[in-house]
């Protein structure tokens, strides 16, 4: 099932999700941020704007944020829970945050990637996102080089 018929609603990140959306994150990477960093993304931090995936229970099976600089997008965060992957969450998700950024002056969006995860690389490159190179060493846990994408 696909998002739009799979009762999946696409909404803004409140202070108030960020508990479920730090357990999401932890379930999904090995360094996770705090629930307080979370909280901050959605109340406090101006240039961050942050969606949810929310299911027909009202449990949230997906966030994605930005934060917007000037004029480029960072997109610092994307995660879908295991059994919620494949219907479309995170490419919407991800349309939905450019679409906004855009409106409000953002001309290029950038990203990092582990090398080894190739679903989200494809997610990416679905947008336009290319390689602009490489941080070596990048991610703690596993020493992993970052992939440096950027879509203009
Ligand atoms: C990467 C991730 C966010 C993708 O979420 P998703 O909601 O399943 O992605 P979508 O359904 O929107 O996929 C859109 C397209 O991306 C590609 N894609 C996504 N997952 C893929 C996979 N596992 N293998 C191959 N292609 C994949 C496909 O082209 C897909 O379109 P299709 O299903 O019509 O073929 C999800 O796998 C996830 O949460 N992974 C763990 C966290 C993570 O790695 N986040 C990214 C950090 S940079």
Same mark, same amino acid.
């Given at each position: 099932?696909? @998002?739009?018929?799979? /009762? %999946? %609603?696409?909404?803004?990140?409140?202070?108030?999700?960020?508990?479920? $959306?730090?357990?999401?994150?932890?379930a999904c990477?090995?360094?996770? #941020?705090? @629930?307080?960093?979370?909280?901050?993304? !959605?109340?406090?931090?101006?240039? *961050?704007?942050?969606? @949810?995936?929310?299911? &027909?229970d009202?449990?949230?099976?997906?966030? !994605? &944020?930005?934060?917007?600089?000037?004029?480029? /997008?960072?997109?610092?965060? $994307?995660? $879908?829970?295991?059994?919620?992957?494949?219907?479309?969450? *995170?490419?919407?998700?991800?349309?939905?945050?450019?679409?906004?950024?855009?409106?409000?002056?953002?001309?290029?969006?950038?990203?990092? $990637?582990?090398?080894?995860?190739?679903?989200?690389?494809? %997610?990416?490159?679905?947008?336009?996102?290319?390689?602009? &190179?490489?941080?070596?060493?990048?991610?703690?846990?596993?020493?992993?080089d970052?992939?440096?994408? #950027?879509?203009?």
């Open positions: 099932m696909k @998002v739009n018929d799979s /009762g %999946v %609603v696409i909404r803004k990140m409140t202070r108030e999700d960020a508990q479920a $959306v730090a357990e999401l994150d932890k990477f090995a360094n996770p #941020w705090s @629930v307080g960093s979370f909280e901050y993304e !959605a109340a406090e931090n101006p240039l *961050a704007d942050y969606l @949810v995936a929310q299911g &027909g009202g449990s949230i099976v997906g966030y !994605a &944020g930005i934060w917007n600089i000037i004029d480029e /997008g960072h997109i610092t965060n $994307v995660a $879908v829970r295991t059994d919620f992957r494949r219907k479309g969450i *995170a490419e919407k998700m991800i349309a939905e945050l450019i679409a906004r950024s855009s409106a409000s002056g953002v001309a290029r969006f950038t990203l990092e $990637v582990r090398v080894s995860n190739e679903p989200a690389q494809k %997610v990416y490159r679905k947008f336009g996102f290319t390689e602009a &190179g490489y941080r070596r060493r990048f991610y703690e846990d596993n020493g992993e970052a992939i440096i994408m #950027w879509k203009e």
